[in-house]
């Protein structure tokens, strides 16, 4: 192909303007784009509102949580903490935060440390989503967001955790912990009684197919099914999600009440899951016993439970096991009868 | 005083009177290029007589400037070795080689326990304990148990319940650790000492 | 009388305008325009001042080597902006990532900017590295080849270095697996794979190593190559032409013939690379999990047939396959040293057909090893595997290849065109065959759904 040297030079000039204004052309629209954010449109609402107290620039709005955790809830949430603006006629996101629990203060807690998401996001689609995932995080609302409670405080009867609770006691009462203990390792590996405090965040979709449906998730699994134990009780299968969601949280570190921690589940006694002759399943555990039956090897607890437990005596009526269970125990939980040593 | 004043005028007369005429600037695409040319030739033609005009040196002046030459030279090797040896991790970052697992009442008998911490199996058969590794030995991804052992979702790899190694790309078992109690009743694991698999260390009565 | 000090500088102070004007733009007082000033001493210091037409056509290089370079500009300028920002330590790689992407101005737009370019400049320099193989342009050209293999070293290992540095699930495992794999390396693996970790697992001290290559000394080792390897084609005499066509072949002045034709390729290479990055954000995965990595865990495009290769066998993978494939590539200018078609893309008719046969010999050849393995299951013996696998097996058609091909031809070029042809084929059969992989990492055809997951 020969090469018109008389028009080359023109037509390589034309080409070049072309491109020059194409560039240009892109890097205008990127900037507009960057002007024109989802903030920056919700802190100008908020001034028209008349809601600004003073004439002053807001801007990106951060501050760091009681977890060590970056937030900028409040770039878009302006009036979160404004009393004055708890009124229905306010318009999200401006309106104020309902009636926090007691001793939940925004200045000191954050948003984050309850309602889960991606608090240095700027995006409402990003910020509500769980980091990384692009879905919504069902931390974000009720009853869900009750599962942020155990990050400090284990469940108890305090007010506001009344489903997480509940779910706690569904854990002990459907045998759940039979086969996931809480203690670390759990039972035995994927296979069998996974640590579900070490699985992860997963997805509602997938913890719900684990009770209901386990195969579905993981094909190999040995876990029967719970779909029959819900079917009438929609709202126990939330309460029992609440929980599982709960054990994944990262417990927040920084300020927790420690005190807290002793409340609750630990003072639940032993007949919760030990129901029954001698210790044995039964009742709500009768549809299961197949299973466990299979894995009474591993299960059977007069491996590690001696068979008698004493009626008299100094430790009567407490099993010698648990009496060296209790002396860990005392170490977090300060407020349990103390044991003395064998 | 006088003296270096009039030194200073001297050097003074010494310099230029005015500067040399500089040769007319090119104007045009051509001469600009013929310009060009002309210099690239030049430079070309200088290069020439000079690797061929160089006198002949004498063998001592040779001997010095290769002593010279590898002086350098040794220093820049040497700079190089130390700069790799700085490289190279004197202190670790990672979890410590030993520590312990807990007490013997921590694990139930006949089963497997998972600590994800510090991806090692511990394993309790009555009152013998072993641990092994939970990362697959092919690459390192965490293996999850199954029916007939464990399995390696990266690759496929799948070994036996004591690690062996049945199928897929790992070529060798999941590694075994040196287990023992302390005097306090702990059990303590080196991961840094490997055993034959399937060992188990009885520890004695207790839970 | 002696000019006294003050006047001398009073007078030059009033004739500073003038001074200034003239002593800032050198070339004398009637000086060019701006225009002319820069091509004589910037345009034709870099560029011959003559250039054949045939080096203008765009088909002849497709200008690859100019739109790696563009890359490489808009990557140093990005990820300097971003340096500003990251912070290369664990508990907070991750989080100013996320402050770049949602609060920096421009920032999402910059890091996708990085991102792509990062992915392009990979791309383009492979098929850079291809056309001069196929133009046979490494003719009387070892060093700038070996030199160009350098570069490309470099380009891998930069995106490498740069993948580790969002900490997020896929950079953390995505590391932890490849540096696993220089374990395969014989006598140097583990103290390279010490080197690069600081330890023996990924810390740190990892991410901090990773750091300091990515921004430090692999960009200045690339600047320096690419220096070098620029002045070589000058030196080298421009772009490879056949003989025969060369001393015939009409010339044009670098001005403005090929410097417009290579400004135009610039701005449309940034136009291209600005627009994909305001469409496309880069992603950011979850936060790491050190316990375990997510299933499946796939290596980034450019390094997904090592995963696959490695995940037949990991000597085969981390060592063999790369090692055979680099040795090939090094070796070539100095095995293949025809006198004839050097510039001309696959040379004659003859080595056009023996590359069409290659191509349908080594995809048939991929398609039947891997149906065969995969049916065949997991062997068990390790040893077996190693032997025994699709990429073992390309390997062994591709050395069969140049042998019988090159005999059969009776040209070096051939054979090594037919090697290479078949290397290509089982790198991009094997890339494709790891897009298919999904959890468990089974084949997953791309309308299967995939089981389980978050």
Known sequence: MAIDHSKDAARLRAGLLIMSLALLLVLVLVALRSCRTEWRGHQTAFRVLGAVPEERALGIIQFENCAKEMERCTTCHLGA???????????????????????????????????????????????HAAPGTGRIDPLHRQPHIQASCARCHVPGDQPGMERLKKGAELYLSLGCAICHPLTRGGRGGWDFGTDLRALGRKSLAYLEASLVDPTANFPQSTMPSFATTFENHPEALVDLLIYLESLVLERAEARCNRRDRSQGLAGVNCTTCHSGDAGRASGRFEHRCPYILEREEQLNCSRCHPDSVPESGEHRGICPVVREHRKGCNVCHDDLPKVEGS | ????????????????????????????????????????????????????????????????????????????????????????????????????????????????????????????????????????????????????????PCHGARFDEQGSVLAGPARKPLPWFWVWAEPDGRIWVDTGKPVPPGTLTPLDAGD | MKPSFFSALWSNLKSLPQTCRTGLRPGGEKALDPGRRLRRNFVYHLHALKVSERALHPLTTLGLGLITATLFLVLIVTGVLLMIYYVPTPREAYQSMQDIQYAVAFGGFVRALHRWAAHGMVLTVLLHLARVVFTASYRRRELNWIMGIGLGACTLGLAFTGYLLPWDQLSFWAVSVSTAMLDNVPLIGGGLKSLLLGGEIVSAATLLRFYTLHVALLPALLLLLLAFHFWRIRKDGGLVASSAAGEDAETLPAWPHLVLREAVLVLSVLAIVCLVSAW????????????????PEKAPWYFLWVQEVVSYSSVVGGFVFPGLLLLGLLLLPFLERENRDAGRWFGDRRCRRTIVVALAVGVLALVVFEAFFVSAGQTADPLMRDLFNPASGMLVLAVLAFGLGGWLTGSTRSAFLLGFVVMLVAVVGFTVMGLLRGPDWVFYWPWEVWPGGY
């Not at chain 1, 939940?104 to 990003?126: M, Q």
């Not at chain 2, 004498?58 to 700069?83: D, E, M, Y």
């Open chain 3, 280 to 295: 496309v954000a880069a992603p950011l995965g979850v936060p790491p999990d050190f316990h375990a990595p997510g299933n």
């Open chain 1, 81 to 127: 903490a404004r009393e004055d603006l708890a009124k229905d006629e306010i318009p999200l996101p401006f309106r104020a935060h309902p009636a926090p629990l007691a001793h939940h203060v925004h200045k000191r807690f954050g948003c984050s440390v309850c309602h889960g998401g991606t608090p240095r996001a700027l995006e409402s689609e990003i910020a």
């Open chain 2, 1 to 152: 005083m006088g003296k270096r004043r009039r030194k200073r005028a001297a050097k003074k007369k010494k310099t230029p009177p005015a500067e040399e005429e500089k040769p007319p600037v090119p104007s045009t695409e051509e001469e600009i290029l013929a310009e060009e040319e002309a210099a690239d030739a030049a430079r070309e033609a200088l290069l020439g007589q000079g690797e061929g005009s160089a006198a002949p040196q004498s063998s001592r002046r040779t001997f010095l400037v290769r002593v010279g030459n590898w002086t350098v030279g040794a220093c820049v090797l040497g700079a190089a070795a130390g700069s790799l040896r700085l490289a190279v991790p004197d202190f670790f970052d990672g979890p410590p080689e030993r520590f312990p697992l807990g007490l013997p009442s921590d694990f139930k008998t006949g089963t497997l326990t998972w600590l994800p911490d510090r991806q090692l199996f511990v394993l309790r058969e009555g009152m013998g304990f072993g641990a092994f590794s939970s990362r697959c030995t092919h690459l390192g991804c965490t293996v999850r148990r199954t029916a007939e052992g464990f399995f390696c």
